[in-house]
């Protein structure tokens, strides 16, 4: 792709959403500005929210033994939806719904099954204690309860 098609294509983006803002707003009116600020505060709760929630997503993942990729991808495709939807215009709110509306993005997790200890087998082995008289040079002293 030349490099003067894709400056185009970039400084033709903010004309189409100006351009998509005025047809909104001679469609619905002053609903118009509602939604670009309903967008706006939709997406910085959106941006708070994933800020919060991508430790314990990336920890519970990776509890459960899945890869930490697919939470990383979750979040990052949230982050993405909360920009475009902070950023005013009708063609990043579409583009932000098709983020938010992809399969998997609030699938909740599975429940967690009950898994066996990690100490359910038994290690044979010997033992002796040793009560020395005194103690070992290098060692703590013995505490009798």
Same mark, same amino acid.
């Given at each position: 792709m030349p490099a003067w098609l894709m400056l185009i294509a970039l400084l033709s983006f903010p004309v189409a959403e100006a351009l998509s803002i005025f047809w909104l #707003? =001679?469609?619905?009116g002053w609903w118009a500005l509602v939604w670009l600020a309903a967008a706006f505060i939709g997406g910085l709760v !959106?941006?708070? &929210?994933?800020? !919060? #929630? &991508?430790a314990p997503r990336? !920890? &519970?993942? $990776? *509890? *459960? =033994?899945h890869s930490p990729f697919k939470a990383l991808f979750t979040s990052t495709r949230l982050f993405m939806a909360g920009g475009l939807l902070m950023f005013p215009g009708l063609i990043t709110d579409? $583009? #932000? $719904?098709?983020l938010l509306l992809i399969p998997g993005t609030w699938k909740r997790p599975p429940a967690a099954r009950p898994e066996q200890a990690a100490n359910d087998e038994v290690i044979e082995g010997e033992w002796t204690r040793e009560d020395a008289g005194e103690a070992s040079p290098g060692s703590l002293p013995r505490r009798d309860n």
């Open positions: #707003a =001679g469609i619905i !959106l941006i708070r &929210f994933e800020r !919060l #929630a &991508f990336m !920890l &519970f993942n $990776l *509890q *459960q =033994g579409v $583009l #932000a $719904l098709v």
